[in-house]
């Protein structure tokens, strides 16, 4: 049985662990993700549906790098023909912690032609089937040992494929997934995002509220993996296209927008982020409420529900935004009493601000940044 491994911030692994857990799927904590067993075909439907992790992975080999050698034989016996499409480009990222093998550059060059050989006679000379999907091949040397893993996005999974505007500060779309996770969110209450900027939390929410994979039009290099999809490979006629590269399942074009079960709404004080939040809803699917309002004149939308949301942090404004913690907690306070409100920031004392009683739930690092999502019931 082979393995995928999970890749999320370190702090939020056990988000990912239950996001697996739920589907089915058992997995093992480890810093920075989460390893389980699957097959490459299951290691490519989860890499199409999750929604909190950042990359999943498919360990396609592992075994001793404390030589040149030694990482030679390892790469030469993998069976590299039904791993890639015979006219896949390929990527090689190499990464080595307290091992005898740290030249990054001569390592990725090394493997990049150990693989070239190995797939040479696999090439077909038909320019219409060319995936247009790079495959990343990443490896991780951790005390000698290499371990070489296929990337099942091929680009990273935050990027969905309906964000392609965003305002200032946006939340990586798999985070935002994280946020929902945490504040226990399952789309059977409303939700509010009183600072939406983009419109990321909510539209996330929309479609895990839909029960619908949070992806729009996007590629996945696993879609061209022969040994998740038989027929690629040797099939490999048809031109990839945009949404749907060549093989596997197709993502469909967004369906009509249908009101969901709950509100989800949302709003910003700044009018030009308003309208992006809506056109990334439309290019989603998805329907939403988003105004153009000041955090002072926001009104709850239900007797009760979630309010998640991304704060302001000064550092990545350069503003002070002490004032908008304190009229976050005490808005909530008056209006939205009994709602859990679940929000992240980078500082604890402006979490402080909002409420005596918040509780931080996690930290971890967003874009190198310390951070912490915080708790409290209004
Ligand atoms: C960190 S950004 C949120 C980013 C969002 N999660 C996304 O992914 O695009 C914070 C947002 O809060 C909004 N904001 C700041 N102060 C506000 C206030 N007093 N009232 C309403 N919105 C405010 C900003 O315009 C900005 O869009």
Known sequence: MTHGYAVIPPGLEPVVAAELAGLGVEGEVCPGGVRFAADPAKVAELARTMRTPGQVLLEVGSGSARSTEALGALVRRLPWKSL???????????????????????????????????????????????????????????????????????????????????????????????????????????????????????????????????????????????????????????PARHGAAGHGPRIPAPPRPSPSRVLIAGSDHHAPTVQTALNNAKRAGVAI????????????????????????????LGERVGGVYSAFGRVLRERFSSWRVVFVTSDNRLARKVDERVECLVRFKNGGIPVGVWTFLA
């Open 84 to 238: 890639l499409h015979p006219q896949a480009s390929l990527r090689v990222e190499v990464s080595s912690k307290t091992s005898a093998l740290r030249f990054r550059e001569n390592i990725t060059r090394s493997v990049t032609s150990m693989v070239r050989d190995a797939r040479k006679g696999a090439f077909v000379p038909d320019r219409g089937s060319r995936p247009q999907v790079e495959q990343l091949l990443q490896v991780r040397i951790v005390d000698d040992i290499a371990t070489l893993s296929l990337d099942a996005g091929g680009e990273l999974l935050h990027r969905r494929g309906w964000r392609t505007e965003a305002g200032r500060a946006p939340m990586r779309e798999n985070i935002a997934a994280c946020l929902l996770a945490l504040a226990e969110w399952d789309g059977s209450d409303a939700l509010y995002d009183p600072c939406c900027g983009s419109g990321t939390l909510l539209i996330e929410g929309a479609l895990l509220a839909a029960n619908r994979p949070p992806f729009a039009a996007r590629t996945f290099a696993c879609n061209e993996w022969p040994v998740a999809n038989p027929a690629a490979g040797a099939r490999g006629r048809q």
């Open 289 to 316: 409420r988003v105004e153009h309002k000041e955090l002072d004149d926001i009104q709850p939308t239900a007797v009760v529900g979630t309010v998640v949301s991304n704060l302001p942090w000064g550092e990545r």
